[in-house]
C-alpha cells in the first residue's frame, strides 16, 4: 500500500511539475507578446501549446473590438484559445505566413466568432504563400461574417481586387525580359537583410540582423545594425559593419549619404513597451569612420510621432523621409524637407494626396537620371503587403503613382529601392529587399530588366481611296530641337517602320511625286510599358492640276442618246469631289464631247445637257455651284479618227471621242 501511495505522490508530483512548466512558458508568452517581442513570444507559446491540453471553450475570447485596431481584453476564456491567436499574431508581425496561417486557422476552428479579424489575417496570409483562390474565399467568407463597415472590411474588398491585379501580372508577356536575383551568403544571411544605399561606387551599404559576435550577450542576434559590402564587377566582397557608433538598445539602419559624401542620415529606434518609436538623425564623417548621431530638430521629428527612411535627392538640396506626424493623409506620409547648406533642415513638406494615402507609404527613393520617385504602399491596388510605385516628376510635381508590376512586386513585402539604371531604364540595375523567398525577413535581391528598342509602324496612303502608295518618302523630325531623326521610303505596301531608344514627340512628314506633301505628329501610346506604336494612315493628297490642263473623267456614263447620268459613273465623279474638296480654292469646267453621229446641232445640245448633268450632281455632294462651269463641245475636238482612211467606221475612236473631262480655270 505504501508503495502504491509513492506512486502516487510521483506521479502527482509530475503532473504538477508539468503543469507549472506549463504554466510558466504561458506566462512567459505573454510577458514577451505584451513587450512586442514576438519572436520569443512564439517560441514560448509553442512550448505552452505542446504541453498543455486542448481544453478549449466554446464561450468566445475576443481580442478585438469591432473597430480598426487590435484591442486585448481578458475575458472568460480558455488560455490555450487565447494562446493560439497570439502565436498567430506573433508569427505575422514576424512576417512568417507559412507558420501564421496555420495558427490562425486553428483560433478559427476553435471559435470563430470569437476572433472577427483572425479571417482577415489568415486571408492575408495565404495570399503571401501563393495561394490566391484560397486566399480570395477567405477574404469573401470574412466579409460575410465581419459585419462592420471599417478599414478591415475596406481592405478586404481590396485585397480581392489585388489579387486579380496578381492574376494579370503573372500572365504578362514581358516576363522574360526580367532577370530577378536572391543575393547569395555572405550579402544574404539568416535574419533580415535589407534597405541597399550606395556609399560610393563601389560600397554598398545595408541594414541587417545578423550575428554580431562583438557584441555579447542577447544583443548577438536580432539588432538592426549597418553594415557595408564591397562590391566590384557585379560580385559582392568583403562584408564589414560600418564603423558609426550604435548605443545599447538602439537599432539602427537605413541611410543615405549627401553627395558630397560627409554626412549620413540614419534612422534609429527603440522598442518602448511593446512599441516601436523611431527618428532620423544625422552623422559627419569622422576620418575613416562617422560621429556619434544626431537628433534632427522638431521640423523632422515631431514629438510624440515617428519619423524614419531619409533620402537625400541628388544635389544635397532636399530631403525626403515618411513620417506618421500630424498634417498627413494617414498612416505613415511620405515628406521633403529642404536642406541649407550645411545639410540642416529648414522647412518641411507633405508631398500630398497625389502620393500619400490613408494607409502607409514608406521608403522614398528619387532616381534623379529619370526623374522618378520610387516609393512602398500598402494603400493602392497591388500585388499584396507593401509595394514599389513610381512618380514621374519633379517634387512640385509628381504624377499618379503606378503600380511596378510582376516580377518587381510580389505577393509578400518588397520595401526599400535603389537603382543605377539610365534615364531610359530604371530597371537596368536595381537593388531591392523583399520576403518573397523568405519565411519571416527582408532578403536583398538585385533586378534587371532589358529594354527593348521601341518600334514605330506607319502607312502612307491616297486621301481618296486609301490605295497604299509605294516610294514615298518619310522623314521623322523631333520637334522639340527641329532636327530630323530618321528617312525612310514606304515598301510596296506603302509601310514604314523605324526604332528608337524612347517614344519623344515627333513629326513624320511624307513627300511623293504627283502628292502634296503630308505630315502626322505622334508622340507616345498610352500604355507607357508598350514597346510598339502603330500610327494612324498618313493620307496625302495628288497634287492639283496645273491651269488649263484638261483631264479626262473616265468611266462617266449616259443613258444612250440621253444625258442623264448611269450610276456606274458615280465613283468616278466622287474622286472629282473629293480632289475639288482637298483644294478649296479650284474652279473647274466640265465639259462634255460626243462623236460625229448626228447633227452638229444635236451632238452640241446634247453635250451641254451632259456636261450640265455632271455639274449638277458635284453640286449635291457639296461643291460650290460657283466653282463649276459647264459646257458642251459636240463633236468639235475629237481625240480619235470617227472613220479609218478607208472610210469604214472606226468603233474604238468614237468611244474615245464620247468623253468628259474637267479642265482647271483657277487653282
Not at 511620405?334 to 508631398?351: C, F, I, M, Q, R
Not at 514597346?531 to 484638261?550: F, G
Not at 449635291?620 to 478607208?646: C, F, T, W
Request: neutral net charge; aromatic residues 12%; glycine residues 8%.
Amino acid at each position: 500500500m505504501k508503495k502504491i501511495y509513492f506512486t502516487s505522490a510521483v506521479l502527482l508530483c509530475m503532473i504538477a511539475a508539468k503543469a507549472q512548466f506549463t504554466y510558466d512558458y504561458l506566462k512567459a508568452a505573454d510577458n514577451y507578446y505584451k513587450k512586442a517581442d514576438y519572436n520569443s513570444a512564439a517560441e514560448y507559446y509553442e512550448k505552452y501549446l505542446n504541453t498543455s491540453k486542448p481544453a478549449v471553450k466554446k464561450e468566445g475570447f475576443n481580442p478585438y473590438t469591432a473597430q480598426t485596431t487590435v484591442t486585448t481584453k481578458k475575458v472568460a476564456v480558455s488560455s490555450r484559445q487565447q494562446a493560439v491567436f497570439y502565436l498567430a499574431e506573433s508569427y505575422r508581425r514576424l512576417n512568417y505566413p507559412s507558420k501564421a496561417a496555420g495558427y490562425y486557422k486553428q483560433a478559427l476552428e476553435e471559435g470563430e466568432s470569437a476572433f472577427p479579424l483572425a479571417g482577415y489575417h489568415y486571408a492575408t496570409s495565404l495570399r503571401a504563400l501563393g495561394q490566391y483562390e484560397e486566399s480570395e474565399k477567405a477574404f469573401t467568407h470574412f466579409l460575410d461574417m465581419y459585419k462592420t463597415d471599417d478599414a478591415y472590411s475596406e481592405a478586404a474588398r481590396k485585397e480581392i481586387l489585388s489579387l486579380r491585379f496578381v492574376q494579370e501580372q503573372l500572365a504578362k508577356k514581358d516576363l522574360k525580359l526580367y532577370t530577378l536575383t536572391k543575393a547569395d551568403e555572405p550579402l544574404n544571411t539568416k535574419g533580415a537583410n535589407y534597405a541597399p544605399a550606395w556609399l560610393n561606387e563601389n560600397t554598398l551599404l545595408f541594414t541587417s540582423t545578423r550575428a554580431d559576435s562583438a557584441a555579447g550577450g542577447k544583443k548577438q542576434v536580432y539588432t538592426n545594425r549597418l553594415y557595408q559590402a564591397l562590391y566590384s564587377a557585379g560580385a559582392i566582397g568583403t562584408i564589414t559593419k560600418t564603423d558609426l557608433p550604435q548605443a545599447n538598445d538602439y537599432h539602427q539602419g537605413v541611410v543615405s549619404i549627401t553627395p558630397d559624401g560627409n554626412t549620413l542620415f540614419i534612422t534609429r529606434w527603440t522598442l518602448v513597451q511593446g512599441v516601436k518609436k523611431s527618428a532620423i538623425y544625422h552623422s559627419s564623417r569622422n576620418g575613416n569612420g562617422w560621429s556619434s548621431p544626431v537628433l534632427l530638430d522638431s521640423l523632422i521629428n515631431t514629438p510624440g510621432f515617428n519619423a524614419q527612411q531619409p533620402y537625400v535627392m541628388e544635389g544635397g538640396k532636399y530631403l525626403l523621409y515618411a513620417s506618421d506626424k500630424p498634417g498627413g493623409h494617414g498612416g505613415f506620409d511620405l515628406w521633403y524637407a529642404e536642406l541649407d547648406a550645411t545639410g540642416k533642415p529648414v522647412s518641411s513638406t507633405n508631398l500630398g494626396e497625389a502620393i500619400n494615402t490613408a494607409h502607409d507609404e514608406l521608403a522614398p527613393y528619387y532616381h534623379a537620371a529619370s526623374g522618378t520617385l520610387v516609393f512602398s504602399g500598402n494603400g493602392r491596388i497591388g500585388m499584396g503587403g507593401y509595394d514599389f510605385f513610381y512618380s514621374k516628376g519633379t517634387l512640385a510635381s509628381l504624377g499618379a503613382p503606378v503600380n511596378f508590376g510582376y516580377p518587381v512586386n510580389s505577393v509578400k513585402d518588397d520595401v526599400y529601392f535603389v537603382s543605377r539604371g539610365s534615364a531610359r531604364n530604371i530597371l537596368e540595375d536595381v537593388f531591392l529587399s523583399s520576403d518573397r523567398a523568405a519565411e519571416c525577413c527582408l532578403e536583398l535581391f538585385s533586378l534587371r530588366k532589358i529594354k527593348p528598342l521601341k518600334q514605330v509602324n506607319g502607312l502612307v496612303v491616297t486621301c481618296d481611296n486609301n490605295e497604299p502608295l509605294a516610294g514615298a518618302v518619310i522623314q521623322i523630325v523631333d520637334t522639340i530641337n527641329h532636327t530630323t531623326v530618321f528617312t525612310k521610303t514606304t515598301g510596296a505596301d506603302g509601310s514604314y517602320s523605324f526604332t528608337m531608344e524612347e517614344f519623344q514627340p515627333l513629326k513624320a512628314i511624307a513627300t511623293l511625286h504627283g502628292y502634296d506633301t503630308g505630315a502626322l505628329h505622334f508622340n507616345a501610346p498610352l500604355n507607357e510599358e508598350a514597346d510598339n506604336l502603330l500610327n494612324p494612315a498618313l493620307c496625302l493628297i495628288k497634287e492639283a492640276p496645273p491651269v488649263e490642263a484638261v483631264i479626262v473623267i473616265d468611266n462617266v456614263y449616259y443613258d444612250f442618246d440621253k444625258s442623264v447620268l448611269k450610276e456606274v459613273s458615280y465613283p468616278a465623279l466622287d474622286k472629282v469631289v473629293s480632289m475639288l474638296n482637298d483644294h478649296p480654292a479650284m474652279v473647274i469646267e466640265i465639259g462634255a464631247h460626243t462623236d460625229d453621229k448626228g447633227s452638229d446641232a444635236y451632238n452640241l445640245k446634247l453635250s451641254e445637257a451632259r456636261a450640265a448633268s455632271v455639274v449638277a450632281y458635284l453640286i449635291s455632294k457639296g461643291i460650290d455651284k460657283d466653282r463649276l462651269q459647264s459646257k458642251g463641245y459636240g463633236a468639235s475636238m475629237p481625240v480619235a479618227p470617227n472613220k479609218h482612211e478607208d472610210g469604214k467606221d472606226n468603233p474604238e475612236g468614237r468611244q474615245q471621242n464620247r468623253r468628259t473631262e474637267f479642265k482647271v480655270l483657277k487653282n
